[in-house]
């Protein structure tokens, strides 16, 4: 499949919004509790990030996944930039995920940030965490029961960083 890495344009959101709501809704992995609607979407992704970008299968033009990227934190920390990223069920492990996440790289460089940070990747989010530890993320330590799963269990959660 032919992927592109792009910004994402107003006329993505409603197939970006069933993807965010998907993993929002699976309640394993985010920590959204509550679904996007439309208008919010359209705020979050347009207005709220420094980048949103996706995935679109060139061929047909669908929207496979995206990424949000914005500063983790304000000030004397500004430096430090945070992404979420998020692939549609049906095309998850075609390493899609990876091409997210390296473009996320890029474009935190290009925007100016020194490190990339991710604060609560949950412990049993396998896949991810392989990905960052192959691309070169470290991982910080456990935050014991820091993320309440769908089910109403504590689960880990591992922070990781990235200098830029």
């Given at each position: 499949?032919?992927?592109?890495?792009?910004?994402?344009?107003?006329?993505?959101?409603?197939?970006?919004?069933?993807?965010?709501?998907?993993?929002?809704?699976?309640?394993?992995?985010?920590?959204?509790?509550?679904?996007?609607?439309?208008?919010?979407?359209?705020?979050?992704?347009?207005?709220?990030?420094?980048?949103?970008?996706?995935?679109?299968?060139?061929?047909?033009?669908?929207?496979?996944?995206?990424?949000?990227?914005?500063?983790?934190?304000?000030?004397?920390?500004?430096?430090?930039?945070?992404?979420?990223?998020?692939?549609?069920?049906?095309?998850?492990?075609?390493?899609?995920?990876?091409?997210?996440?390296?473009?996320?790289?890029?474009?935190?460089?290009?925007?100016?940030?020194?490190?990339?940070?991710?604060?609560?990747?949950?412990?049993?989010?396998?896949?991810?965490?392989?990905?960052?530890?192959?691309?070169?993320?470290?991982?910080?330590?456990?935050?014991?029961?820091?993320?309440?799963?769908?089910?109403?269990?504590?689960?880990?959660?591992?922070?990781?960083?990235?200098?830029l």
């Amino acid at each position: 499949m032919d992927i592109l890495i792009r910004e994402h344009t107003e006329n993505d959101i409603e197939q970006m919004l069933a993807i965010w709501n998907e993993v929002v809704d699976d309640g394993i992995a985010f920590p959204q509790v509550e679904p996007l609607t439309m208008r919010e979407a359209v705020n979050f992704f347009s207005h709220e990030q420094s980048f949103t970008g996706v995935a679109e299968n060139k061929n047909t033009g669908k929207i496979l996944g995206l990424y949000i990227l914005h500063p983790n934190n304000v000030g004397r920390c500004g430096h430090i930039s945070n992404a979420s990223y998020a692939v549609n069920s049906a095309y998850r492990g075609q390493r899609i995920g990876e091409k997210l996440v390296r473009h996320s790289i890029e474009k935190s460089r290009e925007l100016g940030f020194r490190l990339l940070q991710f604060n609560a990747v949950v412990r049993t989010n396998y896949g991810a965490i392989s990905l960052y530890e192959k691309l070169g993320f470290v991982r910080l330590g456990i935050i014991p029961g820091g993320f309440l799963m769908k089910d109403g269990r504590y689960e880990d959660i591992l922070p990781f960083y990235r200098i830029l």
